[in-house]
């Protein structure tokens, strides 16, 4: 009977241990949050996917804050400054890139991307590269029979085939179309502004707002990206809108995601990071957030994929050349958009 008693007690002392380290280790596991744009977190986003996934791996909550876009996010930091609440930001593009780092809200990553599958040479020590793109007048072909093929064609069109497009104050969408248009025109811009200005339907502070005026039938034209119609082929099994090819090449957008300082003390944010260059994170977003992968994924990409407008020429500004001029190109904008 002692000896029954004995290996009761040992056993009881053994299960307090084990609960006691489980409840150590559940303590040390902190949350994590994230403040990316509205399209990720939504349903049919890529959040719900990696959230689940991540929790799954980290033993933590993964907590979404999501603002309009990507330039409201880098707005929202601004604002919030050191308490801000997020350990990471998931959104920006690398047009911000410079910008960001110079409020000094982030930390380096101290990671290897050199196997990214971006296009371009990526060696930025504070920003890591997670889907890649590029914009495009995403049109109705069952109001559209004739797309433009160029951006001149574009901005000389039809007026009353009018488009939805995204604020460049708020929008990296709408800050990459003013830039997509300044890299082709340099200082003749305004007088494109211009043109375009007779084409534009309304101006929204995201890329959602436009894309669901779009699809509602509000407007035959979008702002959106040469993979946007991927969607549309693969959930919904329709054709129907498609991205208009242009001869003189597509601006592209990179977005990054960034460890804030806040977010360097917390062990679990530095593994978010690492989780989204990794398979289980890139696998989620072609098909969700329908934009390329970054870095390898762990299955082939949908073959929709490769019947998609594939730009001949990739248009692109310096983070270092945006955040010098930005200001000034977007009063140039503004000023021709209120006459």
């Given amino acids: 009977m002692f000896q029954t008693r004995r290996e009761a007690l040992r056993k009881s002392i053994l299960l ?12 040390q596991a ?3 949050t994230v403040y990316t744009y509205e399209s990720f977190t939504a349903e049919w986003g890529p959040g719900p996917q990696v959230e689940k996934a991540f929790e799954a791996k980290c033993g933590c909550d993964v907590t979404f804050v999501s603002a309009a876009d990507g330039v409201a996010l880098l707005n929202r930091l601004r604002l919030e400054g050191e308490n801000t609440d997020a350990d990471l930001i998931l959104g920006i593009d690398q047009n911000l890139i410079a910008e960001a780092k110079d409020e000094g809200f982030f930390a380096p990553h101290g990671m290897d991307i050199e196997a990214g599958l971006v296009p371009v040479e990526w060696n930025d020590d504070t920003f890591v590269p997670y889907d890649y793109g590029y914009f495009a007048i995403v049109y109705d072909t069952q109001k559209i029979e004739t797309p433009p093929s160029s951006m001149e064609e574009f901005l000389n069109g039809d007026a009353s085939n009018k488009i939805a497009i995204q604020d460049p104050r ?10 997509w248009i300044k890299k082709l025109y340099g200082d003749d811009a305004p007088e494109a502004y211009a043109k375009l200005s007779d084409r534009i339907l309304t101006i929204t502070p995201g890329w959602s707002e436009a894309y669901g005026l779009f699809t509602d039938g509000e407007a035959p034209m979008v702002l959106s990206y040469t993979t946007s119609p991927a969607y549309h082929m693969i959930a919904e099994d329709n054709d129907r809108y498609q991205a208009a090819a242009f001869s003189e090449g597509h601006y592209m957008q990179i977005e990054v995601a960034g460890l804030t300082k806040k977010g360097a003390e917390n062990p679990q944010a530095k593994e978010f990071l690492s989780f989204v260059v990794s398979p289980a994170f890139q696998d989620i977003i072609p098909e969700t957030n329908w934009m390329l992968p970054a870095a390898p994924m762990s299955k082939p990409l949908n073959p929709v ?4 407008v594939q730009p001949k020429t990739a248009l692109l500004y310096s983070s270092e050349e945006v955040a010098l001029k930005r200001k000034d190109w977007v009063d140039e904008w503004l000023d021709v958009m209120s006459r």
Avoid: Q
């Avoid at 708020?170 to 830039?179: D, E, I, R, V």
């Avoid at 994929?305 to 998609?308: A, G, K, N, P, R």
């Fill in 16 to 27: 307090i241990i084990l609960l006691s380290g489980a409840a150590i280790s559940h303590a």
């Fill in 170 to 179: 708020t929008s990296t969408p709408g800050l990459g179309l003013m830039l």
């Fill in 305 to 308: 994929f490769d019947e998609l």
């Fill in 30 to 32: 902190k949350d994590v």
